[in-house]
C-alpha cells in the first residue's frame, strides 16, 4: 500500500528515504522527487497552498495504486503540504523504491504528472502588489497523454 | 446537498461550502450550474465560462453530465496547480 500525507509541517527526506526503503535488501533503486516554492522574479513574499481536505487524500491514493499496479514498486510515499509557504521550502516529496531504476523513475514521473493534473491543490502567490491565483498549464495536462 | 468552493470560485462566490436544496428539475452537474448562475452575479462570474472550471461530486472528478441526488457533495474549483 501507498503511504501519502497531505501535512503543513515539513518533511525529513533522509528519513522518508529509509522508511520507503525500510529493511527490504531487494531493493536496488529509491528515487525522489522534491517540489520546492519558486521565486521567479525574486518579489514572492510567500505562496499559500489551499486543498480539498478529504478529496486531496483520496485522488493521491488512488493515483498512488495506479502506480503500483503499472510497475513493481517495493515502497511509494507522498507527502504534499498545505498553508503558507516562504521561497524554497519545499512543498511535494515522491519517494519510489524498486528492484531497478527504470520502474523508480518512471513512477515517480508518473505520480508527479498525474498529482500536477488531479490532486486538488490551488497555489496563491503574495507579492508585495497583493495576491493571485496560479493559472494552471495546458502542459501539464499534455504531460498526461505520455502514459495512455 | 453540500455544495463546496475552492481557491477563485470560493472568493467570487464569498462562501467556502453550503447546503443547497436540490430541485427536483434538476438533475445534471450542468443543469445545477445554470440554477446557481441565477443566484447572484457572484455565482454567475464563477461559473460563467465552466471550460476553466473542474467538477467533483463525492469528491471524485467528473464531466458536467454527470447525474446528481441531494445527498452528493458537489464541488467547484479551477484546474488545479499543486506539486
Known amino acids: 500500500m501507498p503511504s501519502i500525507s497531505v501535512q503543513s509541517d515539513d518533511f525529513d527526506i533522509a528519513a522518508e528515504i529509509a522508511s520507503t526503503r525500510g529493511d527490504n535488501y531487494d531493493v536496488g533503486a529509491v528515487v525522489t522527487f522534491t517540489g520546492t516554492v519558486r521565486d521567479v522574479g ?10 480539498y481536505p478529504g478529496m486531496t487524500e483520496k ?18 510515499r507522498v507527502i504534499h503540504r498545505y498553508g503558507t509557504l516562504a521561497p524554497g521550502d519545499n512543498i511535494v516529496l515522491v519517494v519510489t523504491a524498486s528492484r531497478h531504476r527504470h520502474a523508480a523513475f518512471e513512477a515517480a514521473e508518473f505520480l508527479m504528472d498525474f498529482l500536477k493534473s488531479k490532486a486538488p491543490f490551488w497555489k496563491k502567490e503574495t507579492t508585495p502588489q497583493g495576491g493571485d491565483w496560479v493559472d494552471a498549464k495546458e502542459t501539464d495536462e499534455e504531460a498526461l497523454k505520455r502514459w495512455q | 446537498m453540500q455544495l463546496v468552493y475552492f481557491s477563485r470560485v470560493r472568493e467570487q462566490i464569498g462562501l467556502g461550502d453550503e447546503l443547497f436544496e436540490l430541485p427536483n428539475d434538476v438533475s445534471t452537474v450542468a443543469e445545477l450550474v445554470a440554477v446557481l448562475a441565477e443566484r447572484s452575479d457572484g455565482y454567475a462570474t464563477a461559473l460563467s465560462d465552466m471550460t476553466f472550471i473542474r467538477v467533483a461530486v463525492n469528491q471524485t472528478h467528473v464531466g458536467l453530465d454527470h447525474p446528481l441526488k441531494n445527498s452528493d457533495e458537489v464541488a467547484f474549483f479551477p484546474p488545479v496547480t499543486g506539486g
Open chain 1, 42 to 51: 525574486g518579489t514572492l513574499t510567500n505562496m499559500t497552498l489551499e486543498h
Open chain 1, 59 to 76: 485522488e493521491l491514493t488512488r493515483i498512488a495504486i495506479e502506480a503500483e499496479g503499472r510497475w513493481p514498486l517495493h515502497g511509494c
